[in-house]
């Protein structure tokens, strides 16, 4: 069940890839660059859950039970509780008190562990679910990043962006692990571009001058 579950993810990120460059008209070039931010994270994140996982000998010292790495501990926590609020749903009990690996109360925002909660709830408890979520997300910021650069420059510009924000090593590592960088990177570009747009539109409704600003 897990294998293809995290097949169906994984062909859902190359769907999603080929239609988003087929959609922004970026031709075979976008289509191997979103092709290979979904790869590259896919990758990256399979390959790390199943080093720590089967603790293989490749950076050890930092591996943390069940496929879990010390540079992102967050990342246990969320999956930790992620499951008892998915078994709390599924069995129609109280939401349990979230609680950090130490047992102490959690402090900060919320929202991301009761995502994870539903996608195991729908999915199942797969430690891989998220991060090939996570590498989708990937593709779609990616995606809007082209779109940015290409409404306001040349092609060659708005493939750069792509391959800035799909590659960016940070952003790589961290779609890798449960996390909410890729969600947050993605919901902070499509707000830009949904602001920009509205901007855009304002302007042309009232007939400015394309260097006016207000």
Request: proline share 6%; with cysteine.
């Amino acid at each position: 069940m897990i294998q293809a579950t995290s097949a169906a993810l994984v062909l859902l990120g190359v769907a999603l890839g080929l239609g988003l460059a087929g959609r922004l008209r970026g031709g075979r070039r976008l289509a191997r660059i979103l092709l290979g931010v979904f790869g590259l994270r896919a990758l990256l994140a399979t390959a790390l859950y199943l080093i720590s996982a089967f603790d293989l000998p490749i950076l050890r010292s930092l591996h943390l039970p069940g496929g879990f790495w010390q540079f992102a501990p967050d990342a246990e926590m969320y999956h930790a509780n992620g499951l008892r609020i998915a078994a709390a749903l599924a069995n129609s009990t109280p939401l349990p008190a979230l609680t950090t690996m130490g047992g102490g109360p959690v402090s900060g925002p919320t929202d991301f562990f009761y995502y994870v909660a539903v996608l195991y709830r729908l999915l199942g408890p797969g430690p891989l679910y998220v991060p090939l979520i996570n590498a989708s997300l990937g593709v779609g910021t990616a995606a809007v990043a082209y779109a940015l650069a290409r409404r306001h420059g040349d092609r060659s510009a708005a493939e750069v962006a792509a391959l800035l924000v799909g590659f960016w090593p940070s952003g790589v590592l961290w779609s890798s692990q449960i996390l909410k960088d890729s969600m947050v990177t993605f919901l902070m570009l499509v707000s830009l571009d949904l602001a920009l747009r509205v901007w855009e539109a304002r302007r042309a409704a009232v007939l400015l001058p394309a260097g006016c600003l207000v």
